[in-house]
């Protein structure tokens, strides 16, 4: 669970979508987390997802998994300039402590 | 708004100093973690409690001693940082551990060692 890989930056024009993509490396029973921080501040649950899972929507937010090629994508809807951010994949086996970080997308908003 | 509040939002200290960070969580979580995140880096895993009893240590220097006292409180007491030390500190909780459950985290104590 220590590999876990994301483009470092993204930027989009406010009104559009935005898809932030993901890979992972376990492949036994994993739950994968997306977590937003803004400048000065800490880490704000967004959603997850079980690694039996294909997709989860919540309002703005479409995750997709693609357990073959363990990739996992975050895709915001009618991105805002509130959304300029940065955005961390995190995967965690199922009983396990340790939550292990990608390196984060910084999400840029263009008016 | 974080459910998880940590205290004080900064600190500035000399490296012979001690002092402390405070984290308090009420939604009655039973594990408690603590992670420290360098600038432009993801956060790393230092410690983990459940029912109030240390479960993990992630090979931490012990100039870094946590403590539970409760099952709504967290501290972090440092003594003798070194400037590499300087990072934000992040507190988080969850109902138990084990990856089913979503960790929330506080908006963390930025550390600044002198």
């Known amino acids: ?111 | 708004d974080t459910e998880v509040t940590q205290t004080p939002k900064h600190l500035v200290m000399g490296m012979t100093n001690k002092k402390s960070l405070k984290c308090e969580q009420h939604m009655g979580h039973r594990a408690m973690y603590w992670y420290k995140q360098k600038a432009k880096k993801p956060p790393e895993l230092m410690f983990v409690y459940s029912y109030e009893k240390l479960s993990i240590n992630e090979s931490v220097p012990s100039r870094f001693s946590p403590e539970c006292p409760n099952s709504s409180l967290l501290n972090l007491h440092l003594h003798a940082l070194q400037p590499e030390d300087s990072a934000l500190y992040l507190c988080a909780s969850s109902q138990v551990t084990g990856g089913g459950q979503p960790q929330h985290f506080g908006d963390g104590t930025r550390l600044s060692i002198l």
């Open chain 1, 1 to 111: 669970g220590e590999d876990v890989e994301q483009s470092l930056f993204l930027s989009v024009r406010e009104g559009d979508s935005s898809v932030i993509n993901c890979t992972y490396t376990d492949s036994s029973s994993t739950y994968l987390y997306w977590y937003k921080q803004e400048p000065g501040a800490g880490l704000q649950l967004l959603t997850y997802i079980f690694s039996n899972m294909d997709m989860k929507q919540d309002q703005r937010l479409t995750v997709l998994l693609n357990k073959k090629d363990k990739h996992l994508s975050l895709r915001i809807a009618d991105t805002q300039t509130g959304d300029s951010a940065i955005y961390f994949c995190a995967e965690i086996e199922t009983g396990a402590n340790n939550l292990f970080f990608g390196t984060g997308t910084r999400l840029t908003v263009i008016p």
